[in-house]
Every structure is written in structure tokens, then in C-alpha cells.
């Protein structure tokens, strides 16, 4: 069983920035793929980023150049630096880890960009 515990979200402003963070509890954070989604106001949940145990990465066209997935295995953290906000990017964040085909899911932490 793993548990995963978002922090770090709030309210900010357009063009601010935030990095929420990811703690896994168990033994499989370094061998997992670990990833950020999120769900807006009346839509589908949706991809954000992945990080790889080798560290390579994938993001949204939508964040690419604005977000940055990072892990730190001694910690069993993933984190998500989130810059330049804009207001599309309201949503509920979802941290997720994908090991031996199961998924996990965090209870997400709500991300309120004011424009």
C-alpha cells in the first residue's frame, strides 16, 4: 500500500509561482513513475507532468516551459514548480505514482490563480 500527501498549494496571482510537493509513504518511491494531474472547475482530470526513476521527464504542452517536475528519492518526495500561473491553471493537483501497473493517488491540494 502507498499514501501519497500533496502540500503546497493556495491562492496566488497570474503570473506568480508555487511548487507543491509530494511525500510517498512505503518502500517503492524510487521505482515508481511519478507523475502531477490535475482537474479544473467542470472538467475531465487531466495530465500535467511525469518523472521517471531515471528522471526523465514529460509535460503538458500547456505547462511546458512554465513547470518543472523534480524528485528527491532520499526524501520520497516528487515535487511540481509551477511559474509564471496563469489562470487556466486553476485546478485541483493530483500527485500520482504508477508501479507494477497499479496506480496511487493523493488526496490533491487546490491550486486558485487570480487573474
Known amino acids: 500500500q502507498v499514501q501519497l500527501v500533496e502540500s503546497g498549494g493556495g491562492l496566488v496571482q497570474a503570473g506568480g509561482s508555487l511548487r507543491l510537493s509530494c511525500v510517498a509513504s512505503?518502500?517503492?518511491?524510487?521505482?515508481?513513475?511519478m507523475g502531477w494531474y490535475r482537474q479544473g472547475p467542470g472538467k475531465q482530470r487531466e495530465f500535467v507532468a511525469r518523472i521517471t526513476p531515471g528522471r526523465n521527464t514529460n509535460y503538458a504542452d500547456s505547462v511546458k516551459g512554465r513547470f518543472t517536475i523534480f524528485r528527491d528519492n532520499g526524501k520520497n518526495t516528487v515535487y511540481l514548480q509551477m511559474s509564471n500561473l496563469k489562470a487556466e491553471d486553476t485546478a485541483v493537483y493530483y500527485c500520482?505514482?504508477?508501479?507494477?501497473?497499479?496506480?496511487?493517488w493523493g488526496q490533491g491540494t487546490q491550486v486558485t490563480v487570480s487573474s
Open positions: 512505503g518502500s517503492i518511491f524510487s521505482l515508481s513513475i
Open positions: 500520482n505514482a504508477l508501479n507494477g501497473g497499479i496506480d496511487y
